[in-house]
Nanobody
Framework: QLRLVESGGGLVQPGGSLRLSCAASGFSLDYYAIGWFRQAPGKEREGVSCINSSGGSTNYTDSVKGRFSISRDNAKNTVYLQMNSLEPEDTAVYYC????????????????????WGQGTQVIVSS
C-alpha cells in the first residue's frame, strides 16, 4: 500500500514554530513532487507549499512566504515543512500529497491532480 503519514502538529502560541514531517512508505519519493495543503473548519483546502523531486524547485502561497520553509531528505523518504512566526490564521489540518511526473513547482501547481494523500496533522495556533 502506498502511504503518506504526517506528524509534528500540535498546539503552539502565536509567534511560535512547528516542524511537520511527511513520511512515505510503500514507495520511494525520489520521483515525486510533494505538496503541503491545509484546510480549516468551514473553509476550502488551499495549497501551502511544494517541492520537486530533487529539491531544487519550491513554491509557497503568498500568506506563508518568509515564514515557512519546505525541504526533503530522500534518503529518509521524508519531506518537512518548517513553520515559523505562526499566526492564528495558520490554524488548520495540514496534509501532504505526492505528484509524479512533476518536474517544477511553479504556476498553478496546486491546481493539479495530486494522487496520493496523507490523513493530516492538526495545527492550532492560539494564546
Amino acid at each position: 500500500q502506498l502511504r503518506l503519514v504526517e506528524s509534528g502538529g500540535g498546539l503552539v502560541q502565536p509567534g511560535g514554530s512547528l516542524r511537520l514531517s511527511c513520511a512515505a512508505s510503500g514507495f520511494s519519493l525520489d520521483y515525486y513532487a510533494i505538496g503541503w495543503f491545509r484546510q480549516a473548519p468551514g473553509k476550502e483546502r488551499e495549497g501551502v507549499s511544494c517541492i520537486n523531486s530533487s529539491g531544487g524547485s519550491t513554491n509557497y502561497t503568498d500568506s506563508v512566504k518568509g515564514r515557512f520553509s519546505i525541504s526533503r531528505d530522500n534518503a529518509k523518504n521524508t519531506v518537512y515543512l518548517q513553520m515559523n512566526s505562526l499566526e492564528p490564521e495558520d490554524t488548520a489540518v495540514y496534509y501532504c500529497a505526492a505528484h509524479r511526473y512533476l518536474d517544477y513547482c511553479s504556476g498553478d501547481v496546486f491546481k493539479r491532480l495530486w494522487r496520493y494523500w496523507g490523513q493530516g496533522t492538526q495545527v492550532i495556533v492560539s494564546s
